[in-house]
C-alpha cells in the first residue's frame, strides 16, 4: 500500500494496515532529484501565493516523538522562502493558555492570506495527549472533535489551504531513533524520560490518533498518512502533496497578479502623464 488520505469524516483508520517503510521500485537517488524539481515548484507557487494574497497554507504535522516533525520542517519546509513562513510549535498549554479555549492559542497562529503556516504539534494535542492520560473527561475531549472540524472549516472558508500529516513510524524504528540519541553528543540535548514513557502507551496512542483522524478527516481538511520510517521518503511524500496541492491555484494566482499588474501599469502611465 503507498500512501493514504483520509478525506471523509467517519471513515475507517487502521493504522495497523498502513506500512510505514517507502514502497520498493522507488531509490534514495531518485527520490533527492525529485525532491529538488519540486521545491524549485513549490518556491514558485509560494512566490505567486504571496503576491496573489487571496489564499493562506496551513500545514499541520502531527506523529509520535521520533517521527520526524522537525525533519520535515527542515528538508521540506526549508524549500519555502523564509519570507512568507511561520513556524509555531505548541507544547504544555501555559497557564494563560489554560484560562481560554483550546483553540484560542491556536487561532493566534494561524497564516495570513499570503503565507504558510506549520504547525508542529497542534491542536490534535488536545484529542491525543488529553485523552491517553486522563488530563480531561471524555466527555469533553470528545466534544472537540466537532469543534476542530469547524474550526478547520472556518479556516477553509476564508481562504486557508490546510494540508494535515500524521508522520507514521513503526515501533521499531522510534526504538532505533531513540538509541542513537544516545549515543550521538550532538542529540543528548534531546534526550528525555517522558518518551519513553510515552512508548509504553503506544497502542493507546495508536487508538486515539486512529479516532482523531476519522473524525475530523474532511475533504477540505484531509488528512495524509505518512510511512516515515525512512526520512527521504517522508520529505518526498510531503513535497509532493504540498505541489499536488496547490498546483490548482496556481492560474488563480497568476490571473490575479496579472490583473493587479494591469492596475499598477495604468497608475504608472497616468502618474506620467500628469509630468511637464
Known amino acids: 500500500m503507498g500512501v493514504v488520505t483520509f478525506d471523509k469524516t467517519g471513515e475507517k483508520v487502521n493504522l495497523g494496515a498502513i506500512s510505514e517503510s517507502p514502497p ?23 512566490d505567486l501565493l504571496w503576491g496573489a494574497r487571496t489564499h493562506s497554507v496551513l500545514v499541520v504535522l502531527q506523529g509520535r516523538d521520533t517521527a520526524g516533525k522537525d525533519g520535515a520542517i527542515k528538508h521540506v519546509v526549508g524549500l519555502l522562502n523564509p519570507r512568507g513562513v511561520h513556524v509555531t510549535s505548541f507544547g504544555v498549554p501555559t497557564e494563560e493558555e489554560r484560562e481560554h479555549d483550546f483553540l484560542w492559542r491556536i487561532h493566534r497562529h494561524t497564516p495570513r492570506k499570503g503565507e504558510f503556516s506549520i504547525f508542529n504539534r497542534s491542536h490534535y494535542e488536545d484529542v491525543l495527549v488529553v485523552r491517553v492520560h486522563d488530563l480531561v473527561p471524555r466527555e469533553v475531549w470528545g466534544e472537540r ?11 477553509c472558508e476564508h481562504g486557508t489551504i490546510v494540508l494535515k500529516f500524521f508522520l507514521h513510524i513503526s515501533k521499531d524504528e522510534q526504538k532505533k531513533r531513540l538509541l542513537e540519541r544516545e549515543e550521538d553528543p550532538r542529540t543528548a540535548w534531546k534526550l528525555n524520560p517522558g518518551d519513553w514513557k510515552e512508548r509504553e502507551k503506544w497502542g493507546e496512542y495508536t487508538e486515539a490518533y486512529e479516532d482523531a483522524i476519522s473524525r475530523t478527516a ?14 527521504w521518503y517522508r520529505n518526498l511524500v510531503i513535497a509532493r502533496e504540498l505541489a499536488q496541492t496547490l498546483r490548482p491555484y496556481k492560474k488563480v494566482w497568476q490571473d490575479k497578479l496579472d490583473e493587479v499588474g494591469k492596475q499598477r501599469k495604468a497608475e504608472l502611465d497616468a502618474y506620467r502623464a500628469r509630468k511637464p
Not at 531509490?27 to 521545491?39: Q, W
Not at 472533535?145 to 479556516?155: A, K, P, S, V
Not at 481538511?221 to 516515515?228: D, K, S, Y
Open 145 to 155: 472533535f466537532g469543534h476542530i472540524r469547524d474550526f478547520e472549516e472556518l479556516l
Open 218 to 231: 474532511t475533504k477540505r481538511a484531509p488528512w495524509t498518512i505518512v510511512p516515515a520510517d525512512s526520512k
Open 24 to 46: 520498493g521500485g522507488l531509490s534514495r537517488e531518485e527520490a533527492a532529484r525529485e525532491l529538488e524539481t519540486l521545491g524549485e515548484e513549490l518556491f514558485d507557487l509560494q
